[in-house]
């Protein structure tokens, strides 16, 4: 095999096959990752929009692991951008580097087991009875059986069995009678499917490859839970990395309500003695009815009543799956039924466990969770924190490049790398004009590296950073007057082309409603249709405005002159109900530390950064930020936020913003034919 070319080299090859432009932010980040990967040190790098930080990462990814004949994971945490690299990047830079690499890179998605036909399920049916008395609505019965009719008849022409290829989707419901989860799963040897399973497949293929697209969930769970499920791998790049502590601490909760133990007690009950199942079906009566008694929030302590339902609950649980037995041959269809029981029954147990574990250890946050669209409350619990996790099985074992549009909140990396578990005192690598982490002495940890790119867009002379410091600070009560007035001028003067984020649905439809007749230009609100559809007529009519709330804060690609204004009615703090948030803050306050700085501003710093990251989507786009929220001028932390943000010029005069936004559809008007 011939020597491998530098990364530098393939890189210039990629840019010029994809029919691209140097840029120096690219250039950059490429060498800094290509150092990462030869040096095992990690890189946390923030790349603005425009900056093609695909290539940047993708190119020394797969020279590394053609060189050394590793597997490289990238993971990300959307599907748009999973799509995005496996249907377009890396199909066009395997063609492109083929030659000078010597064959042509490989690569292959992966996704967790749910996501895949189980053709077991398909053919013997799903052995459980209907989870919801909802089903018992002959409406919905119908409407459930169609839509598993129309996925058996899809299995049969399916090649992948991805859920994501399915299009029209179906219900969750319907797909739960298809598919199986890792612990429901009989394996590959005992299932008499197992050599033609999907999901088998895809493993085996992403095995075989030099590069490995997955999500955020996928790895958190081979990082945590115990079992590999991703491909033997020594350098991992998390794209969307911002998003990267959410989604670990969501596969790291766990639920627990009377309706989840009865269905457990139901499954196991066809299995063993009707007597042992029937105390496990006592247990959720119990616990159901503490529960409805209980006001949805966090407990700081557990009422004796619960602990008691809970430790009922364990016992009875264990008990079932002591009365199963240990594991003995039997028919596919008995082992199905039988492993379905086992994995509900583990679920309750040790959910049950880590709840009454919880309290006295400032580890895992539980709290009774109940709305509207509920039938009936359930108890929640969540790690505290996932820094100690994510450094220990994460940036222990494998080289590992973070990246993102939003990394740096405040002007540094500090509050990123402490949610990550990395010290927050290591040598950041500043690019002129580009916002970055202060040097700091080194301390014990991984090593790493914080690198600010900037962007190829000229903020200060394409965008304008509006604060409404004249508006009454947000109440509690919904849309102040002054603010309906303030959206209705700004949206004029912009001609429409307006994205109005918003920090409650309750906000957009209020704002929504009472604008609708103000205003001449027509107003989409998230929840009238699919997001996906109302983003595309948004895209499609320059001058139709889009309201919505957290999604559409860092979801939306609209460049162009359809989104010219920005509109941001509050700034986005946590709800001070909101149970992790508020344990988080408490625990650091314990300890000494400013909780509000820490857990609530620097949330509300990403979401602001986000936000603003839908103005500039292309090197042409012009626009507005228009924040609402006056304390974003005036409170001691704003100086935080703002540093937060794009390097936007910065206004209080609302006269001088719509009269900008003015200019701005005047000219786009005259360019339009």
Known sequence: MPEVPPTLSLLETAVHAVGGAERPGQVEMAEAVDHSIRTGEHLAVQAGTGTGKSLAYLVPSIRHAVAEDETVVISTATIALQRQLVDRDLPRLAKALKKD?????????????????????????????????????????????????????????????????????????????VSVTARECLGVSKCPIGTDCFAERARAQAGKSDVVVTNHAMLAIDALEGYQVL???????????????????????????????????????RLIDQDVADRLAEASDGLAMILEDMPSGRLDALPKALSGALA????????????????????????????????????????????????????????????????????????????????????????????????????????????????????????????????????????????????????????ILYVAR???????????????????GLVNAAGGRALGLFSSTRAAKAATEALRDRLDHPILCQGDDATGLLVKKFSEDERTCLFGTLS???????????????????????????????????????????????????????????????????????????????????????????????????????????AALKRLDAAQTKQTP
């Open 470 to 488: 004249h508006l009454p600070q947000p109440g509690r009560d919904g849309l102040p007057p002054e603010y309906l007035d303030e959206i209705e």
């Open 312 to 463: 009922a609950t364990r016992d009875a649980a264990h008990n079932c799956m002591s009365a199963m037995g240990s594991e003995r041959k039997e028919d596919p269809d008995g082992a199905t039924a039988r492993k379905l029981a086992l994995a509900l029954l583990e679920e309750v147990h040790d959910c049950s466990v880590r709840i009454l574990e919880a309290f006295g250890e400032e580890r895992d946050v539980v709290w009774v969770s109940g709305d509207f669209n509920q039938k009936a409350p359930s108890l929640r619990v969540a790690p505290l924190g996932v820094g100690g996790l994510l450094r220990e099985r994460l940036f222990a074992k494998r080289t590992t490049v973070l990246t993102s549009a939003t990394l740096t909140l405040g002007g540094a990396f500090d509050a990123m790398a402490r949610q990550w578990g990395l010290p927050p005192s290591e040598k950041v690598r500043k690019i002129e004009g580009a916002a970055t982490d202060k040097e700091i002495k080194d301390v014990d940890g991984p090593k790493w590296t914080g690198l600010d790119v900037g962007s190829p867009f000229q903020h200060g002379s394409s965008g």
């Open 231 to 269: 491909p033997d791998h020594d350098v991992v790049v998390i794209d969307e990395a911002h998003d990267l502590v959410d989604r670990v601490t969501s596969v790291a909760t766990e639920e627990l309500s009377g309706a989840s133990v009865a269905m457990a007690a139901r499954r196991c009950g």
């Open 552 to 658: 559409l804060w860092q979801g939306v690609d609209v460049p162009g002159p359809s989104l010219q204004l920005v509109i941001m009615d509050r700034i986005p703090f946590p709800r001070p109900d909101d149970p992790l948030a508020s344990a988080r803050q408490k625990a650091i306050n314990s300890r000494g530390g400013n909780g509000f700085l820490t857990v609530a501003a620097t949330h509300a710093a990403l979401l602001l950064a986000q936000g603003a990251g839908r103005l500039l989507r292309s090197m042409s786009d012009k626009g507005v930020v228009a924040i609402l929220d006056p304390r974003l001028a005036t409170a001691r932390y704003g100086g935080f936020l703002r540093a937060s943000l794009p390097p936007f010029w910065t206004t209080y005069d609302p006269e001088v913003v719509r």
């Open 101 to 177: 690499l010597g064959r042509e890179p490989t690569f292959a998605i992966l996704k967790g087991r749910r996501n895949y036909l189980c053709m077991h399920r398909v053919h013997n049916g799903a052995p459980d009875e209907p989870e919801d008395d909802a089903l018992f609505d002959p409406f919905a019965v119908s409407k459930l059986g169609r839509e598993v009719k129309r996925l058996n008849e899809w299995s049969s022409d399916t090649e992948t069995g991805d859920r994501d290829e399915l299009v029209p989707g179906v219900s969750e419901q319907a797909w739960r009678q």
